[in-house]
């Protein structure tokens, strides 16, 4: 039997191990692009079909496919198998290189835009300010547009600096947003207002816990809730007076044609983690899909509902602020080797990132009284391994990574703790 963990055998050395992997991987497979995609769309004779609603393919003039962050280039290549040579023209930017044979599947930068990024951007403008009423655009919305898909020139170099300003002062997710959207022509909207009045199907890959969709990639293809008031707010807040925004698409015309459609989240994680233990025999406690804890108390809040028979789940981003610079590892590791001071022998923590890289080669670790007693037993010090961010290192002589290789889905970081 194949598996997505590659080390699974490796790990699998008892019967609550085996539950808990059992279950990470079935959100690994909740959340596979292709399979997320086949579930949502179907395509017979020249109708296609998107999450229920119909399109007639013959009246289109041109059906064209727009992507931006790191699920477009996966996605891409479904939709253009599903659609079987009835796609005019498209591009998607990706920050990892893939081939279609009419989709361009160009390569870009990430966290930071760059000139690959803003070449590439200029043909997105280019082909969406094309379009017209007659054109069918299927936009690719993901993880890591924000980046990738940059409009104007100004927007580039500002963002680059507005990131690097904006994480120094420890302003939130939303808040880098909020800013971005209103210092670009293609976030907030304005990508649906340049592909106005062509009918747009915006397939949407959300990386932002608690599944505020309309956030992904700074909502290239939704009205903004958001305005240049908020956004100057927060540059007030932070004293950075030297960034010029403007307001967001707000006329309702622009969206009128524009159908967005979730494909996966980090709940569509969460949902098959939950089928997966009560088919195992689990009870099931959900602590949230908006997780920003830092590790402590993530930690707790993991454990406190813990009880006989339970499989207690999660999914966000914890907040972990590094304080030096220290050595190899993850969010998602750290929380595994938090967690191993506190597994007894009945219980097992395993802490994972849905793109399979916590920024290392593994996808997480697992934390459990068997790798304790060898951490012990190698000498191994749990606290002046996290005081020194270490923690690939101690889980690699330790056991315990888990390693699936790059994914094609980006949902945020996920948690699952089993006791039998």
């Known amino acids: 039997m194949s598996h997505r963990i590659t080390n699974f055998d490796e790990l699998n050395t008892g019967a609550l191990r085996e539950k808990a992997l059992t279950i990470t991987e079935s959100a690994y497979a909740a959340i596979d692009t292709d399979a997320a995609i086949r579930s949502k769309i179907s395509f017979a004779g020249t109708t296609l079909v998107v999450d229920g609603r119909s399109y007639d393919l013959s009246w289109f003039r041109r059906i064209r496919v727009i992507g931006f962050g790191k699920v477009s280039c996966a996605a891409a290549t479904t939709i253009e198998s599903l659609l079987r040579g009835h796609i005019t023209s498209g591009v998607v930017i990706d920050v990892r290189p893939g081939v279609c044979d009419v989709i361009e599947i160009a390569q870009g930068t990430h966290p930071k835009p760059s000139a690959e990024n803003l070449a ?54 939303e808040e880098m947003n909020t800013v971005r959207k209103h210092i670009s022509d293609v976030k907030g909207g304005g990508l649906a ?12 890959f959300c990386d932002v816990p608690g599944d505020h969709f309309e956030e992904v ?10 305005t240049v008031d908020d ?39 969460l949902d098959a983690m939950e089928k997966k233990a009560v088919e195992l025999g689990f009870s099931v406690v959900r ?32 907040s972990l602020t590094i304080t030096h610079k220290g050595g190899k590892g993850g969010r998602c590791q750290y929380i595994a080797l938090q967690a ?14 849905s793109d399979g890289i916590d920024n290392t080669e593994a996808a997480g670790a697992i934390a459990d009284t068997a790798i304790r007693s060898n951490a012990e037993s190698s000498g191994l010090s749990i606290p002046d391994r996290l005081a020194d961010y270490d923690t690939y290192g101690f889980f690699e002589t330790s056991g315990g990574l888990i390693f699936t290789g790059k994914t094609d889905a980006n949902v945020s970081d996920l948690f699952l703790l089993l006791r039998s």
């Open 120 to 173: 590439v951007s200029k043909r997105v403008v280019d082909m969406a300010q094309d379009s017209d009423e007659r054109d069918l655009v299927i936009v690719i919305v993901s993880g890591g547009g924000s980046s990738l898909l940059c409009w104007p020139l100004e927007e580039c170099t500002l963002s680059a600096r507005l990131y690097d300003d904006l994480l120094k002062t420890g302003a939130t997710i």
């Open 287 to 318: 602590v949230g899909s908006d997780l920003f804890d830092t590790p402590p108390q993530l930690i707790e809040r993991l454990f406190t509902p813990l009880k006989e028979k339970t499989a207690v789940i999660g999914a966000g981003e914890p």
């Open 340 to 353: 191993l001071e506190r597994v007894r022998d009945n219980e097992i923590l395993v802490a994972f990132a």
């Open 193 to 204: 207002k340049m592909l106005h009045p062509a009918t747009v199907v915006g397939l949407v």
């Open 231 to 269: 956004a100057r707010a927060v540059l007030e807040k932070y004293h950075l007076s030297d960034y010029a925004v403007h307001e967001t698409p707000k006329d309702p015309k622009f969206f009128e044609r524009v159908h967005n459609v979730p494909i996966v989240s980090n709940s569509t994680a």
């Open 217 to 226: 990639a700074s909502g290239a293809t939704y009205m903004d809730k958001t």
